[in-house]
């Protein structure tokens, strides 16, 4: 994800305005980016790997985080992602799906800080409401399991 240009947001405007009416107004504003990374807690099944079992769960994690299945303003159900770690072959029981910001440019994550605590009500997480989505920039890093025992 990236901010549209000046020239693209210009070059927008022109080409939408000859289908609004007359008194219509037309302003583009660009979304905050809102980095996270996600980090879970499995008990694995007895004769399965581990490794293979917490591979396969990260790859579940990237597909679900893809930026292309996402939209601004989108909010973050945490039961699909312990649903959907439950449905990975191997895997016996959830117990802990953490979500975190990612912040710093110098890392290259977004500038914007945000309080995922403070915006999270029953197992959701809630946008900010100016428009924003949240991403996951290095879902090989950001994204990141480990296997537990009871």
Do not use: H, W
Request: with cysteine; aromatic share 10%.
């Amino acid at each position: 994800l990236t901010t549209a240009s000046p020239t693209l947001k210009q070059n927008l405007i022109t080409y939408m305005s000859q289908y609004r009416m007359l008194n219509d107004s037309i302003r583009i504003k660009d979304a905050f980016i809102i980095n996270i990374g996600v980090d879970f807690d499995l008990i694995i099944l007895p004769n399965f790997n581990s490794n293979e079992v917490v591979t396969r769960c990260i790859t579940a994690l990237q597909t679900f985080f893809n930026i292309d299945n996402q939209q601004i303003n989108q909010p973050i159900l945490l039961k699909e992602i312990y649903i959907l770690l439950d449905k990975i072959n191997g895997v016996q029981t959830v117990n802990n799906v953490q979500i975190t910001n990612k912040v710093g440019t110098a890392n290259g994550y977004s500038q914007y800080a945000y309080d995922i605590p403070g915006a999270t009500a029953n197992n959701i997480i809630y946008p900010s409401k100016d428009a924003s989505i949240f991403e996951v920039k290095y879902p090989s890093i950001d994204i990141r399991g480990r296997s537990t025992t009871l």
